[in-house]
Antibody, heavy 122, light 105 residues
């Protein structure tokens, strides 16, 4: 059974940093691209960032480019999102999602975690 | 950037109704479109990929169609479990539509 478990969320002040983690199990992690998707309270889904199976291709939404960094550790079956210079508008539930394929820019999201909540407030 | 729109934003329907949701892309995305269902407090669930392919385990009352810039999700006979919000997503550059909430009439 595919499982994606996010962690690392919490309350953080504007301008500070936070690192999210996603622990994957139930599938061959290094065969698939992975993504972060967020959902602000009461709002829709927003794709944040994606990474190919070997970290060779990476993409970011314009809203986080230059502030967030996605990475993965295939030996640990883990996906990460380093979030710097956080803003109030980054407040959201952050989901980890598995891509249907190995490459970036070609797959849909077939499994999702339950999310970790990030609140940016002073 | 590819922009996605959905209509309607809210849809009130009854059990047994046929329901259709439309999704439009700002430029052609071929058939690289997925549909997701999200219930309150839950993660999104994949329903349809490649515009018309039904994900394993998803009831056959769900169907998708379209290509290029215009797509539809149809629920042939709405069931109580189907009241939820539905999102389309293009997976060239991953943007989502704003969602369509299906609620009880």
């Amino acid at each position: 059974e595919v499982q994606l478990v996010e962690s690392g969320g919490g309350l953080v002040q504007p301008g500070r940093s936070l690192r999210l983690s996603c622990a994957a199990s139930g599938f061959t992690f290094d065969d698939y691209a992975m993504h972060w998707v967020r959902q602000a309270p009461g709002k829709g889904l927003e794709w944040v960032s994606g990474i190919s199976w070997n970290s060779g291709s990476i993409g970011y939404a314009d809203s986080v480019k230059g502030r967030f960094t996605i990475s993965r550790d295939n030996a640990k079956n883990s996906l990460y999102l380093q979030m710097n210079s956080l803003r109030a508008e980054d407040t959201a539930l952050y989901y980890c999602a598995k891509d249907s394929g190995y490459s970036y820019g070609q797959g849909y999201f077939d499994y999702w975690g339950q999310g970790t909540l990030v609140t940016v407030s002073s | 950037d590819i922009q996605m729109t959905q209509s309607p934003s809210t849809l009130s329907a009854s059990v047994g109704d046929r329901v259709t949701i439309t999704c439009r892309a700002s430029q052609s995305i071929s058939s690289w479109l997925a549909w997701y269902q999200q219930k309150p407090g839950k993660a999104p669930k994949l329903l349809i990929y490649k515009a018309s392919s039904l994900e394993s385990g998803v009831p056959s009352r769900f169907s998708g169609s379209g290509s290029g810039t215009e797509f539809t999700l149809t629920i042939s006979s709405l069931q109580p479990d189907d009241f939820a919000t539905y999102y389309c997503q293009q997976y060239n550059s991953y943007s989502f539509g704003p969602g369509t909430k299906v609620d009880i009439k």
